[in-house]
């Protein structure tokens, strides 16, 4: 099996959990050597695309191709392979507490490896490094800011050299400086990484505008946009708008009478 670029082509995918139904024909492309932003509204299926772009769902419908390769017809092995060469950083960093960071960050490479410990240290503390936290590698998680967990996430996710970089929130939970500093690290991700394709589900239009080549919109179950951040920017679809503007949706709030008793008797407590 030998690919030479790693795009990911989604075609008419279909899929969700048992019976419900969350992507309902999404199409789009996540080209290699590109960040691209996969956004929408709370509920609309991100995190679900992202499972199945993982392979830890499996598409009711469609088909997911990375690299020219129809992933979900893979064999067991090939399947694998592929899977290897992804990176995933979780919302939280998702560090065990007990490792040391630097076990942390090397324990795919113990894993999927039999490299010898001095060598998994070198290319851990070179990842550390990318990250800024190579001085940290004998530290423990809680021992470090929430922001300094999410970049040994990171550190972590990139250990492999991955083809393919999986973020989920990457930002959520960081005050402005720490975000201002994620989206600056996925950038020199780009720069450093130049084939790998950076996936990033987000919620924040800041990350957005700074760091996306490439938009793909979900709204009710299918891609509303796929495409270049300019395009995005310039389109005249009242819901691309709508998000891109962050206007909220009429909420529906029917006036619920409390009744003169109970205003009367939580007005009698409250006197107390
Ligand atoms: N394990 C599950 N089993 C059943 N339904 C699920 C499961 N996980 C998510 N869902 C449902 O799938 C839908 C999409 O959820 P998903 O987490 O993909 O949305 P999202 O766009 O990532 O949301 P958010 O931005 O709020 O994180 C929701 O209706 C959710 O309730």
Redesign the pocket.
Known sequence: MSTTTWDIEIQDLWG???D?K?LKGINGELPAGKISIIL??????????LRHILGLNRPMQGSIQIGGYDFFALDTKQFRKIRRRMGVLFQDGALLGSLTLGQNVGLPLSEHTKLPQATIRKIVLHKLGLVGLADYIDYYPNELSGGMRKRAGLARAIVMDPQILLCD?PTSGLDPINAAEMDQLLLSMKEHFPSMSIIV?S?DLESLHKIADNVLV?NQGQAAYCGNLEGLQSSKDPYLRQLLRRQPNSIKQPSIDLGADIKAELANWLEK
């Open positions: 969700g959990y048992n419900t969350v929408g509204g709370s509920g609309c299926g991100k995190s679900t695309l929130e589900v919620h979900i």
